[in-house]
């Protein structure tokens, strides 16, 4: 009996994928539950398990898009693996080295694109990527790949003679240009592309911004930070907070935690905040659900297995979705001040930044102080600027004095 597969549902509004991989051959024997293929979607990758033991019979290749529900191969539960899969083929002494093992079938153009970390190693070292052997999924070049390559040797500098002689600088000719190299676009890529125009298209964005100090929090944290990874076995940081923060702000003005549906204003009485997440696959916003229900020490282990599974490639769809106001840190990158753009559909986003001592004014006296700019981008159709301009005042209230965290006020 033959059973088809089919590219499964991967979520809500998701209507096609790109096969990224097969795990198996045409022709070769899986097991029931064998990881057989991955996709790639605008969210997120997903893994596809054989149904029943059989042989396995690829009609799709790696690289095309596929839609929802159609039929990219089979498995025949009668019949039999092909000679070529049982023995394997005798190699010369020349033979190509064998494939890492956790190399799979890939589609070249998927192969050849580099993550932006581990280009960014790749052109500060001055590396050739073609050189690195790529220990990641399909044997792509990872950022440890690109750390641990070896630079290419360079000819040593000749030594300047002891005596030289003055030479007229040479006419300047047309410029030379460098080769160009260019790579498709991933799947996600184009799909995060794509939400960003759409954003600004289809929304009033606004800015506002304030400031506030980190003293006191930076002053908490130093003071508990060590019995709190003892206890509970992760490191405090400043996340928690601005969750909390948020959430009171977005008790006190609810229109900050809707959104525009047609003509009509959808409120949403629970707090799903978006933690944006930067990946190897680019940035995703994985959703930590009830952030009212989390303690402070629940936020940060969330927070913690959202990141995890951002780097490990394992954020699934449902990860992805629901979410109703988001929270993004450019201040871990160095980042002063920015201005966010809006996570389809929701209304408003946090901007958080770096921290940075500057000399303020605190009770008619001049003195250093933490400080952190804050931007709140919002949708102005829906939200006016003094609602936007006081839930950014509430967020900032919950951060100066922390004590208002715990009473909720």
């Given at each position: 009996m033959k059973i088809d597969v089919k590219v499964p549902a991967v979520g809500e509004s998701i209507t096609e994928a790109v096969i990224g991989s097969w795990s198996k051959k045409s022709g070769e024997f899986v097991k029931m539950n064998d990881v057989i293929m991955s996709l790639e979607t605008d969210k997120a990758s997903v893994e596809v398990v054989a149904e029943k033991d059989g042989v396995l019979t690829?009609?799709?290749?790696?690289?095309?898009?596929?839609?929802?529900?159609?039929?990219?191969?089979?498995?025949?539960?009668?019949?039999?693996?092909?000679?070529?899969?049982?023995?394997?083929?005798?190699?010369?002494?020349?033979?190509?080295?064998?494939?890492?093992?956790?190399?799979?079938?890939?589609?070249?153009?998927?192969?050849?694109?580099?993550?932006?970390?581990?280009?960014?190693?790749?052109?500060?070292?001055?590396?050739?990527?073609?050189?690195?052997?790529?220990?990641?999924?399909?044997?792509?070049?990872?950022?440890?790949?690109?750390?641990?390559?070896?630079?290419?040797?360079?000819?040593?500098?000749?030594?300047?003679?002891?005596?030289?002689?003055?030479?007229?600088?040479?006419?300047?000719?047309?410029?030379?240009?460098?080769?160009?190299?260019?790579?498709?676009?991933?799947?996600?890529?184009?799909?995060?592309?794509?939400?960003?125009?759409?954003?600004?298209?289809?929304?009033?964005?606004?800015?506002?911004?304030?400031?506030?100090?980190?003293?006191?929090?930076?002053?908490?944290?130093?003071?508990?930070?060590?019995?709190?990874?003892?206890?509970?076995?992760?490191?405090l940081g400043f996340n928690g907070f601005f969750v909390k923060a948020v959430v009171e702000a977005l008790k006190a003005f609810p229109v900050v935690n809707a959104w525009i549906d047609g003509t009509e204003v959808e409120y949403h009485n629970y707090y799903n905040i978006g933690i944006a997440v930067s990946t190897e696959?680019?940035?995703?916003?994985?959703?930590?659900?009830?952030?009212?229900?989390?303690?402070?020490?629940?936020?940060?282990?969330?927070?913690?297995?959202?990141?995890?599974?951002?780097?490990?490639?394992?954020?699934?769809?449902?990860?992805?979705?629901?979410?109703?106001f988001s929270i993004t840190n450019g201040g871990v990158f160095g980042s002063l001040l920015s201005t966010p753009i809006l996570n389809a559909p929701q209304s408003a986003i946090l901007g958080l930044h770096k921290i940075e001592e500057r000399p303020v004014a605190v009770n008619g006296k001049v003195e250093v102080r933490s400080m952190m700019y804050l931007a709140l981008s919002y949708d102005h159709r829906i939200i006016d600027g003094k609602e936007a301009v006081s839930f950014l005042v509430k967020v900032k209230e919950g951060i100066e004095d922390p004590e208002r965290l715990l009473i909720e006020v």
């Open positions: 690829i009609k799709s290749q790696a690289g095309e898009t596929v839609q929802i529900g159609a039929t990219v191969g089979s498995i025949d539960t009668e019949g039999k693996a092909t000679a070529s899969t049982l023995a394997p083929e005798k190699k010369a002494a020349t033979a190509t080295p064998a494939t890492p093992a956790n190399s799979k079938e890939i589609h070249p153009d998927l192969k050849n694109h580099l993550p932006p970390s581990a280009q960014r190693v790749v052109h500060e070292r001055g590396l050739d990527a073609a050189s690195i052997q790529g220990t990641g999924l399909g044997g792509r070049i990872t950022k440890e790949d690109a750390v641990k390559a070896t630079p290419t040797a360079q000819p040593p500098a000749a030594k300047a003679p002891a005596t030289t002689t003055y030479q007229a600088p040479a006419p300047i000719g047309p410029s030379k240009q460098g080769d160009i190299k260019r790579v498709p676009m991933t799947n996600i890529r184009k799909k995060i592309a794509e939400r960003l125009v759409q954003a600004q298209h289809n929304a009033a964005i606004l800015t506002t911004f304030n400031e506030v100090d980190m003293t006191k929090i930076i002053e908490l944290r130093a003071k508990y930070k060590d019995k709190f990874k003892e206890k509970y076995g992760v490191n696959r680019g940035l995703m916003v994985p959703v930590m659900r009830d952030a009212d229900m989390l303690s402070v020490a629940g936020i940060e282990l969330a927070i913690r297995d959202l990141a995890t599974k951002g780097r490990d490639g394992k954020i699934m769809p449902d990860d992805l979705s629901g979410g109703t």
